[in-house]
């Protein structure tokens, strides 16, 4: 029997708000482009997140299946940062293009903006996936078949509406509490739908690359591709091994001299020696293994921190009453059909925003501290609220009472 490795990977980079002061707030409508702050320059972060990640690890990918007629994967890319690699790494989107067009990288379908918009405006979150889907299909000649919610979002609603939505799968975290004694490595069935199949993360081994590979301090340091396939090859019953991260693991998380490089070269090598190993796209998986059980996921998981819940974005107040203003404003902000006012309202509704206003401590607070271009969560909250600000501002400019 087959056994494959489906591995996932996630292109995003925000617009990251511009240190947008008070007195911006009515007179200056930008809020993203920052050219002279080398913290939240759009294009100087996105430019070095090119150079050292997607061209890198884009070569590396090519080679591979150039080489290896077995291997394959799976990715999604946000509108967000495809707008910014049209606009600013041309060659590097160009090098995504590339991979797409050897026929053997899926590409996988999500909101346009990388919000949490599923929780606030089931109408805002369906334009967004539509966008999504018309810019996959303009840029990469695809029409996405499996649905990812921002930030591996996932409950039975999402389920539902991904199965009602035509999709043949959907993608979530793997969480212990949810698979209780079950693994990971299966295809399963969503409770409550009909057609649709559910891929769920393994983060153990997933983490292992995305989050430990350069760690000197980890006992299993240094991971090799053999020892990284002997793991997988010690599970004699699993069917498909899921290997879900950010693109950025490779090159940016995980730098070039950690050997982050080599072993993605290395690992479809080591892998493919047994005879029965494979790769495979998510939809891949879910047509060639049968569902082995139904999941029942009440409340939402995400696939961040160590409570794999919506608290990194919504777990405090200044987070919780930033994002419900934001929304608050849709009807006004749609009504004006103010292209510029509605693009820039969507931009403001991307979860890295709420994610930079995180106030939680100890190892997951390091990791906030560490993808956010402000010195506090206050900074990031007070920015975000005078682009809010200007938004209502624009608002009454259009007649509207706010």
């Not at 999402?158 to 490595?185: C, F």
């Not at 009807?331 to 890295?352: E, N, P, Y």
């Amino acid at each position: 029997m087959s056994k494959a490795i489906v591995l996932y990977l996630h292109v995003h980079q925000p617009y990251r708000i511009r240190h947008y002061t008070v007195f911006d707030s009515g007179i200056d409508h930008n809020y993203f482009d920052a050219a002279y702050d080398s913290q939240t320059s759009n294009e100087r972060i996105l430019k070095k997140v090119a150079e050292k990640s997607y061209l890198p690890t884009n070569a590396r990918l090519l080679e591979l299946l150039r080489t290896n007629p077995q291997f394959k994967l799976s990715l999604s890319i946000t509108g967000t940062v495809i707008e910014q690699l049209e606009r600013w790494a041309p060659k590097a989107l160009d090098s995504f293009k590339e991979l797409c067009a050897t026929g053997r990288v899926e590409i996988v379908a999500e909101t346009y903006h990388h919000s949490l918009a599923f929780f606030y405006s089931r109408a805002e979150f369906e334009m967004q996936v539509e966008m999504h889907k018309r810019k996959v299909q303009a840029v990469f000649g695809q029409t996405p078949q499996v649905f990812r919610n921002t930030e591996l979002a996932y409950n039975n609603d999402v389920a539902h509406w991904a199965d009602k939505a035509g999709y043949k799968g959907v993608l979530a975290e793997g969480w212990d509490p949810i698979l209780n004694w079950r693994s990971p490595n299966y295809v399963y069935r969503p409770t409550y739908t009909d057609n649709i199949r559910l891929l769920m993360k393994n983060y153990k081994l997933s983490d292992d690359i995305a989050f430990r590979f350069g760690d000197q301090n980890w006992s299993e340091w240094p991971l090799t591709a053999d020892k990284f396939s002997h793991w997988l090859s010690e599970d004699k019953n699993a069917t498909n091994f899921n290997l879900f991260m950010d693109y950025e693991t490779f090159g940016e998380h995980q730098w070039s001299e950690s050997g982050i490089f080599d072993f993605l070269s290395h690992l479809p090598v080591e892998w493919l020696k047994t005879a029965g190993n494979t790769f495979m796209t998510v939809s891949e998986a879910i047509d060639n293994f049968e569902p082995v059980d139904q999941v029942d996921v009440p409340n939402t998981i995400t696939w961040a921190d160590t409570e794999r819940d919506l608290s990194a974005w919504l777990g405090n107040a200044l987070q919780a009453s930033s994002i419900q203003a934001l929304y608050d404003l849709q009807a006004d902000v749609i009504k004006t059909g103010d292209l510029a006012l509605i693009d820039d309202w969507r931009r403001l509704q991307t979860s890295d925003h709420f994610y930079y206003m995180c106030t939680k401590y100890f190892n997951d607070g390091d990791i906030h501290a560490y993808f956010s271009p402000y010195d506090t969560p206050y900074e990031a909250y007070i920015n975000f609220m005078n682009a809010y600000h200007d938004l209502k501002f624009r608002l009454i400019e259009h007649g509207v009472t706010v």
